[in-house]
């Protein structure tokens, strides 16, 4: 298969997190002043056309990324699929937040995932690669190097004390969180928190040492996107998170600054393994909720919905 796009080296990687460093000194943003219409933004549309527009209804990119800022963008990109397996997340969603960042004046967008299979195969076979691979400015890197992860501590732990994370999701101004929505065999559903897991060193002592639903929990208390946009373009509702199995197509784009909130609607957009859910029933969105990280009723949320 053509290995698209340029490929990023360590040294690349070490050169990129050394010019960053006087980006975090300002911090993260802080939208206290920004008015928040709607806490979910639901697009319908084809993945471009429904990212633009659900960034648009959010009151655009420019809210969370400012010009010379750093942006880190999180998709899954784990498995070496094609997007219509449904496991990964749609690259034309993942090219269309990188280049609006540009376009709101970031310095640079690093697209980041510790990949789960071959991180070359994964790159390649998602399509993220190729989809960015034209846009200056944006470089798509698998995180397979220890030394490329910091470890932090986790105040707020129910289980958790500490945690391995890569460095650049915890150092750039801006995160981003871009999951696709699947189907899980250990979570039931692989959506906004779960996929965080993929910032993280040690991904298997949260399926073989700690209990996974009190553990994503943690994870959520000291990794916060400022915004996430889960793909729900297609869902992979059975043989999840790898495939294959089968794959619906809701497609849709939901948008919102707080995860749990997203996950609790990206629940309900298909019927998974054939029954029906609601954020409630899923484990680790409960405890996530439980423990004030976010809203899980729905009918407790400022919803838009709309077309692209």
């Given at each position: 298969?053509?290995?698209?796009?340029?490929?990023?080296?360590?040294?690349?990687?070490?050169?990129?997190?050394?010019?960053?460093?006087?980006?975090?000194?300002?911090?993260?943003?802080?939208?206290?002043?920004?008015?928040?219409?709607?806490?979910?933004?639901?697009?319908?549309?084809?993945?471009?056309?429904?990212?633009?527009?659900?960034?648009?209804?959010?009151?655009?990119?420019?809210?969370?990324?400012?010009?010379?800022?750093?942006?880190?963008?999180?998709?899954?990109?784990?498995?070496?699929?094609?997007?219509?397996?449904?496991?990964?997340?749609?690259?034309?969603?993942?090219?269309?937040?990188?280049?609006?960042?540009?376009?709101?004046?970031?310095?640079?967008?690093?697209?980041?995932?510790?990949?789960?299979?071959?991180?070359?195969?994964?790159?390649?076979?998602?399509?993220?690669?190729?989809?960015?691979?034209?846009?200056?400015?944006?470089?798509?890197?698998?995180?397979?190097?220890?030394?490329?992860?910091?470890?932090?501590?986790?105040?707020?732990?129910?289980?958790?004390?500490?945690?391995?994370?890569?460095?650049?999701?915890?150092?750039?101004?801006?995160?981003?969180?871009?999951?696709?929505?699947?189907?899980?065999?250990?979570?039931?559903?692989?959506?906004?928190?779960?996929?965080?897991?993929g910032l993280i060193w040690d991904r298997e002592s949260f399926h073989s040492k700690y209990n996974i639903n009190q553990a994503i929990a943690d994870l959520a208390t000291?990794?916060?996107?400022?915004?996430?946009?889960?793909?729900?373009?297609?869902?992979?509702?059975?043989?999840?998170?790898?495939?294959?199995?089968?794959?619906?197509?809701?497609?849709?784009?939901?948008?919102?600054?707080?995860?749990?909130?997203?996950?609790?609607?990206?629940?309900?957009?298909?019927?998974?393994?054939?029954?029906?859910?609601?954020?409630?029933?899923?484990?680790?969105?409960?405890?996530?909720?439980?423990?004030?990280?976010?809203?899980?009723?729905?009918?407790?949320?400022?919803?838009?919905?709309?077309?692209?």
């Amino acid at each position: 298969m053509k290995n698209f796009g340029r490929k990023i080296t360590r040294r690349d990687f070490l050169k990129s997190a050394a010019m960053g460093t006087a980006l975090t000194l300002a911090g993260r943003p802080v939208f206290s002043n920004a008015k928040e219409e709607y806490d979910l933004v639901v697009i319908s549309g084809d993945p471009a056309a429904a990212t633009r527009k659900a960034l648009e209804v959010m009151g655009g990119i420019s809210r969370f990324v400012k010009k010379g800022q750093r942006v880190v963008l999180k998709p899954n990109m784990s498995f070496p699929k094609a997007p219509e397996v449904g496991c990964n997340t749609h690259p034309l969603v993942v090219a269309t937040v990188a280049q609006a960042s540009l376009e709101a004046g970031a310095q640079q967008v690093l697209i980041l995932d510790n990949t789960l299979n071959n991180p070359e195969l994964c790159l390649e076979r998602s399509g993220i690669r190729e989809a960015c691979r034209s846009i200056k400015g944006v470089h798509v890197i698998a995180v397979k190097d220890k030394k490329f992860f910091r470890e932090i501590k986790v105040p707020q732990g129910k289980i958790l004390e500490s945690v391995e994370v890569i460095k650049e999701a915890l150092d750039s101004p801006v995160l981003i969180s871009l999951p696709v929505a699947k189907s899980h065999s250990a979570t039931g559903v692989s959506l906004g928190l779960k996929g965080l897991m993929g910032l993280i060193w040690d991904r298997e002592s949260f399926h073989s040492k700690y209990n996974i639903n009190q553990a994503i929990a943690d994870l959520a208390t000291v990794i916060k996107p400022q915004l996430t946009l889960l793909d729900a373009t297609r869902a992979l509702v059975t043989g999840g998170p790898g495939g294959p199995g089968e794959v619906q197509k809701p497609n849709l784009v939901i948008a919102g600054m707080n995860p749990v909130a997203v996950d609790s609607y990206g629940v309900t957009v298909a019927p998974w393994y054939g029954q029906n859910f609601k954020g409630r029933q899923v484990e680790h969105l409960l405890v996530a909720h439980q423990r004030g990280l976010g809203k899980i009723d729905l009918d407790q949320l400022r919803i838009f919905k709309g077309k692209a």
